[in-house]
T-cell receptor, first 115, second 109 residues
Framework: GENVEQHPSTLSVQEGDSAVIKCTYSDSASNYFPWYKQELGKRPQLIIDIRSNVGEKKDQRIAVTLNKTAKHFSLHITETQPEDSAVYFCAASRGYGGSQGNLIFGKGTKLSVKP | DVKVTQSSRYLVKRTGEKVFLECVQDMDHENMFWYRQDPGLGLRLIYFSYDVKMKEKGDIPEGYSVSREKKERFSLILESASTNQTSMYLC????????FGSGTQLSVL
């Protein structure tokens, strides 16, 4: 089955710097890759996602890149702010419905942005 | 606005008790999920359901069961709670994208 590895497990940056979190997946049939942000004491929330027919997607200060050949995808946060401090989870799935649509999550990255 | 509601934010139970965790979604989603979140282990799938009265095991179903009598409600049941089931439990529902409830922090003493 699918396996998703996420690195690093913790990341500390200075406010204004960029942060990059990387994930690799094992199932070449995976075609949907979301990223979730979980602030302390709150639910995970979807912040950006990408499908396998796209190599890069941006939304303001966040972007996700996908390399299907290497089976890895990354989250990039530019101009980090203290409110970006949270745990970030990557995930992968093969589709929408049935068990193939189930997301497999990485173990998470705790990002700390120091003022 | 998307809404997945879990009935309890915090729950304290004793070993051996039968525990019910309730989850309701108002988006008419067919797919619902129960995850367990532990530090360093990420989100692990316990059970999921694609339709009323339908259920399938996830990665860590042992010690748990589920019930889905109505489309909007998905219940997680701990038949006989044990201390190693102390954890954060997250319900989620999905059509094309996955939405989480706010979680239930369960402590089994």
């Amino acid at each position: 089955g699918e396996n998703v590895e996420q690195h690093p497990s913790t990341l500390s940056v200075q406010e204004g710097d960029s942060a990059v979190i990387k994930c690799t997946y094992s199932d070449s049939a995976s075609n949907y890759f979301p990223w979730y942000k979980q602030e302390l004491g709150k639910r995970p929330q979807l912040i950006i996602d990408i499908r396998s027919n796209v190599g890069e997607k941006k939304d303001q200060r966040i972007a996700v890149t996908l390399n299907k050949t290497a089976k890895h995808f990354s989250l990039h946060i530019t101009e980090t702010q203290p409110e970006d401090s949270a745990v970030y989870f990557c995930a992968a799935s093969r589709g929408y419905g049935g068990s193939q649509g189930n997301l497999i999550f990485g173990k998470g990255t705790k990002l700390s942005v120091k003022p | 606005d998307v809404k997945v509601t879990q009935s309890s934010r915090y729950l304290v139970k004793r070993t051996g008790e039968k525990v019910f965790l309730e989850c309701v979604q108002d988006m008419d989603h067919e797919n619902m999920f129960w995850y367990r979140q532990d530090p360093g282990l990420g989100l692990r799938l316990i059970y999921f359901s694609y339709d009323v009265k339908m259920k399938e095991k996830g990665d860590i179903p042992e010690g748990y069961s589920v019930s889905r009598e109505k489309k909007e409600r998905f219940s997680l049941i701990l038949e006989s709670a044990s201390t190693n089931q102390t954890s954060m439990y997250l319900c989620a529902s999905k059509e094309r994208k996955l939405f989480f409830g706010s979680g239930t922090q369960l402590s089994v003493l």
